[in-house]
């Protein structure tokens, strides 16, 4: 495995996969909550994961990356895109990935009482505290080569979703800021925390 720095990327773009299936509500290995999709991107240099997933989904991500010839070791960058436990708990299995994670959520998340539901208390604080392997991101960035955070607020102050723009076929990652089919058909998500509603995009989605 070779760790690229930062901006460094294949020059045939992205292959993206779903590594944990969850939307909507495929997956019987974890109930009713926490059916995010993990989906990974390749482009040959960078291995690049949406979301971390929740505990349960660990056997799943390990037989996801089996599947394609690969280990935890093989991901080089975890993005995600909001701050509840379903989205971030298993960041730490990856020990040589950076994990990407937004500096307005990460504030916010930190700033929630100790016990606030979805909220990993433990884990927010560990991101705080590393210096080494977490980096900041904002909406608006070119986070990696071709990969782009969308501020998409609604389910969380500062909730991120990615438009990949350099593969065969672009996609938005939404994340929660879109929850199920009314959400998709409809354009909007009904925000958690926020009064603003995620606008309408034109560009296939993949639900994280």
């Not at 901006?7 to 995010?36: D, I, M, Q, T």
Request: proline residues 7%.
């Amino acid at each position: 495995m070779s760790t690229p720095t930062t901006g460094s990327a294949g020059s045939s773009g992205y292959v993206a996969r779903p590594l944990v299936e969850g939307f909507p509500g495929k997956s019987s290995s974890h109930g009713a909550f926490g059916w995010s999709s993990l989906w990974l991107l390749d482009d040959g240099v960078r291995r690049v994961l949406i979301d971390a997933g929740q505990p349960a989904y660990i056997p799943l991500i390990h037989a996801g990356l089996e599947r394609l010839g690969l280990t935890t070791d093989d991901v080089t960058d975890v993005l995600l895109t909001h701050m509840h436990w379903d989205h971030v708990s298993n960041f730490p299995m990856f020990a040589h990935a950076t994990t990407w994670v937004g500096e307005k959520e990460l504030r916010w998340a930190a700033d929630q009482p100790a016990g606030t539901p979805f909220i990993p208390d433990l884990h927010v604080q560990e991101l705080l505290r590393r210096t080494d392997r977490v980096e900041r991101m904002a909406a608006g960035q070119e986070v990696l080569p071709g990969i782009h955070a969308i501020d998409s607020a609604g389910h969380t102050p500062h909730h991120l979703a990615f438009y990949l723009d350099r593969a065969e076929e672009k996609r938005v990652f939404a994340g929660d800021a879109v929850k199920n089919v009314y959400e998709l058909a409809s354009g909007g998500s009904i925000p958690r925390w926020t009064p603003r509603p995620v606008p309408r995009r034109s560009t296939r989605c993949a639900r994280c």
